[in-house]
C-alpha cells in the first residue's frame, strides 16, 4: 500500500552549510498547498528525509521503504545531485518502475518529476533530454526572496504548471506493488577541473 504520495529526492545539504535546504522547505510548503488543492482538499503525504526520518531509524532501510511506498517522485536536480549515489539509484528506481509499467501495459507513465535547480550542463545526457521544470531563475539562499516579486512568480509556476502535473500523476499512479524495482547506480563522477584561459 502507498505511504506516500511524493517521494522529495535532492542531495542533503551538510548540517554545518545549510543555504538551500530553507528555500526547498518554503518550495515544498507551496507544493503540497497548491497540490492539496488541485487533489480536492485531501491531505498530501510528502516523504522529505529532514520531516520523515525519526531519531534512531536505519535510515537505508527508511528510504527504501518510502521509495517503494511513494507514488511519484520529485527531484530537484543540480549538479550534485547527480554525484550523489542515493540520489542517482532513487531517480533510476523510478525510472525503472515507469518501463516495467510502459512495458507491461504499453504507452507512457510519468512519475519522475524533475525540477531544475541549477543549470543543467553538468546533467548527464538522460536528465539533460528529459522535459524538467526549470526553476534555476528562482532558485536562492537568502530569506529575502520571500518578499520580492520573484517569490509571486515562483508561486504561479507551482500553481499554474508544477502541482496539477504532479495531481495528474498522483491521482493515475499505478496499483502499489510490493515488488518495485530499487536500483543501485554509480554517481556520476565530478568534473575534471577546468583551466582558466589567461587573458
Not at 525519526?54 to 530537484?76: K, M, Q, Y
Not at 507512457?108 to 531563475?137: M, N, Y
Request: hydrophobic share 40%; net charge negative.
Amino acid at each position: 500500500m502507498y505511504q506516500y504520495d511524493i517521494f522529495v529526492s535532492y542531495k542533503r545539504e551538510p548540517t554545518e552549510k545549510r543555504l538551500v535546504t530553507p528555500w526547498l522547505r518554503d518550495v515544498l510548503d507551496r507544493i503540497e498547498y497548491w497540490l492539496c488543492q488541485e487533489l480536492g482538499g485531501r491531505q498530501i503525504r510528502t516523504f522529505f528525509d529532514e520531516h520523515s526520518i525519526d531519531v534512531g531509524t536505519n535510515w537505508p532501510s527508511e528510504i527504501r521503504g518510502a521509495l517503494l511506498g511513494a507514488r511519484c517522485l520529485l527531484a530537484i536536480w543540480s549538479p550534485e545531485y547527480f554525484q550523489s549515489a542515493w540520489c542517482t539509484a532513487e531517480w533510476k528506481s523510478f525510472l525503472a518502475r515507469e518501463k516495467r509499467i510502459a512495458d507491461r501495459d504499453g504507452g507512457d507513465c510519468s512519475l519522475v518529476f524533475p525540477i531544475k535547480f541549477h543549470d543543467g550542463l553538468w546533467f548527464p545526457r538522460e536528465a539533460q533530454e528529459t522535459q524538467q521544470i526549470d526553476l534555476s531563475a528562482y532558485a536562492a539562499t537568502t530569506r529575502a526572496f520571500w518578499q520580492s516579486q520573484r517569490a509571486d512568480e515562483l508561486d504561479q509556476i507551482i500553481m499554474k504548471r508544477l502541482a496539477p502535473a504532479l495531481a495528474k500523476a498522483v491521482a493515475e499512479a499505478p496499483d502499489y506493488e510490493d515488488d518495485w524495482p530499487i536500483e543501485t547506480a554509480p554517481p556520476l563522477p565530478a568534473p575534471a577541473q577546468v583551466g582558466m584561459i589567461r587573458l
